[in-house]
């Protein structure tokens, strides 16, 4: 079955099993598969300090479909026998994601801290066939054994012949959950393959268990275990405190063009996805990779680099369509830079998704029976740069003071808008000319908004000018003030 996040560990898994087949579930187990993250001490970190409400959505890797809201298990997940696919649907199911230190009652879990609790794979609206066996040539019939990837032949184990080893029936593949807050900036991503097997004598229904969780931060609770999930900036969203960060490095104009086009040099950070790191081993020729561990599993986040044009350059940011954006050009990790070029006034953000990318497509049932339909609407967004626009004030330095304080001169400016600007230099005006004594990395940049700024310059090196003047790197706007 699909979706659900028991964290009341065993009780809720009793009481699941112990509720009878799910009337809206396509597939139903007798209680579903529990997912544990609460009962087990592990969590997601808290938030980052402006974080906006938390929302989540978690799905099975290759089958997840976040678009599919209908909330009704028969308009999703899994197959229909063994011929017809219809998608494993996210529903309108809302997660219990709980105050992790309130649950636990454990001053060890920070203040903030999120986990999930009291849910199911099986919960009706949320549902889906994670077990389904996907080869129409099983016999048996049906494909869905109500097992996470058993180490024995079950067809063979129930006809009266147990204990015969095999790593066929390994099919099911890893669950991941998406946090996302509402200021946009950040997100949370987890993955777990099923519950580790002993051997093909373990006979167990299995579960997914975040407690496995092998790459994220320390857990104080649980000594040498690093279960617990950080957050991570969305890529291409620019930090205001770090002028590193900035998605657009460079925008050149190419030579001898006279229409303004630019060469856009775009970077961002990358994104771990913090898993178990599993390996599931299967010898079964359905599967689309080597195992069903996350492991397993590469090519769960591609990078997309969208564009739209400028409507209004003075309001670039207010007047974009959120469905105006075209994909130009997709990005696979490890690289995290790009190169592109765009027309005079257009605006690029870059798009992250995550899960399995679809192949072929568009996918046929056949495909999607197998997990090749890929996973849609688990994804993130990085603020927009606008880059142009016919702003006058591109990079001017407004405001500019200049005033002596205890051997140096401390210079001040503000920008109400930086849309092509590599950086500020500070010129001493003197008798002999202008001398460069100082620059200052731009903030916004190539932005659309606007900067403030501080330099310190040593007076002595100011050769007696009485005079300094800010040269803004780029549009070559300058400004020039009295030492006061």
Known sequence: MKRGLKALAVLAAVAMASAGPLAFAVCSELGGFAIFQCAERAWFEPPPAGAGAVTSAFWQIGYGNNTLNTGLGSSGTGMSGLTTFNGNDSGNWNLELVDARARLNDTRVPLGALCLSNNNWGNAGIDGCSDDFRDPGLPGGTGDDGILNPLYDVYYARNGYPGQASNGWVVDYPIAVLLKEASGHWFAIAAVATMPRTGPDDLRVGDFNFKWIANGTANPITTGVNNIVPWQRIP?????????????????????????????????SGVTIHSDLSTRPTTNSTMFAPGAGTADMPGLVRFVVETQAVVDGNNPYGTLNPAGWAPVLTVYPPAHTAQITVNPDTCVRLHTYFGKEPQPVPPSNADCRLGKCGDLGYEVFGHPACIGGPLASDGTPGSLNAVRKQGNVEVTWKTTSELSVN?????????????????????????????????????????GARTLEVVAVGPNVKASTTIK
């Open 236 to 268: 291409g969203d620019r930090d205001p405190a770090d002028p590193a960060t900035n998605f657009v490095v460079a925008a050149t104009f190419v030579p001898g063009n006279t229409n303004t086009t630019k060469v856009l040099d775009l970077q961002w």
């Open 423 to 463: 950086r500020f230099d500070v010129y001493a005006v003197t008798k002999k000319g202008n001398v460069k004594v100082a620059e200052a990395a731009c903030s916004e940049c190539m932005t659309g908004q606007g900067g403030n700024y501080k330099v310190t310059i040593p007076a002595a090196s100011l050769k």
